[in-house]
T-cell receptor, first 114, second 113 residues
């Protein structure tokens, strides 16, 4: 079945460092891809999304490009801030599947030190 | 404001005492689901519903029940809670067209002793 694999954390960076969190997927259809973020004590919120190959999602300085040839959707940010400390989840939704079911990776915890 | 609400936010209970966690959304979404989040396991889907009176099991449905009598509400029922159901629970909703972006509630932290 469909699945998402993301790099295990925790990831600890200094402020202004470059961030990459790897995410790869397997899917039989043409999924939409998402990054969700969970700040401490809060629910998940959508960070960015891409709905077709070569689309780039971006928000709050974060970017991810939907790469069909490598089945990847890596999250990047050029200069992280302490406020970016959170857990990041990669997810996919297969439009040919159960009409909206999301499959999540296990999450990557990011800690940014001042 | 578009939102998913859950109640209660925190709950401590004892083994075997039936409980219900409510979930409500105001976006007229067809699809609703429940997840549990556990350390090292990420988010696992418990049940989902594609519309009123249509529910189905997710990955970890044992020990849980749901109902969908109204489009906006999707309560999670634990008939006889056990300590292994201690977890953080999230309700989510999304439309069944477009990009299927899910909107999450704030979470319910449940402790079963």
């Amino acid at each position: 079945g469909d699945s998402v694999t993301q790099m295990e954390g925790p990831v600890t960076l200094s402020e202004e460092a470059f961030l990459t969190i790897n995410c790869t997927y397997t899917a039989t259809g043409y999924p939409s891809l998402f990054w969700y973020v969970q700040y401490p004590g809060e629910g998940l919120q959508l960070l960015l999304k891409a709905t077709k190959a070569d689309d780039k999602g971006s928000n709050k300085g974060f970017e991810a490009t939907y790469r069909k040839e490598t089945t990847s959707f890596h999250l990047e940010k050029g200069s992280v801030q302490v406020s970016d400390s959170a857990v990041y989840f990669c997810a996919l939704s297969d439009a040919a599947g159960s009409q909206g079911n999301l499959i999540f990776g296990k999450g990557t915890k990011l800690s940014v030190k001042p | 404001e578009a939102q998913v609400t859950q109640n209660p936010r925190y709950l401590i209970t004892v083994t075997g005492k039936k409980l219900t966690v409510t979930c409500s959304q105001n976006m007229n979404h067809e699809y609703m689901s429940w997840y549990r989040q556990d350390p090292g396991l990420g988010l696992r889907q418990i049940y989902y519903s594609m519309n009123v009176e249509v529910t189905d099991k997710g990955d970890v449905p044992e020990g849980y029940k749901v109902s969908r009598k109204e489009k906006r509400n999707f309560p999670l029922i634990l008939e006889s809670p056990s300590p292994n159901q201690t977890s953080l629970y999230f309700c989510a909703s999304n439309p069944i067209s477009g990009s299927y972006e899910q909107y999450f509630g704030p979470g319910t932290r449940l402790t079963v002793t």
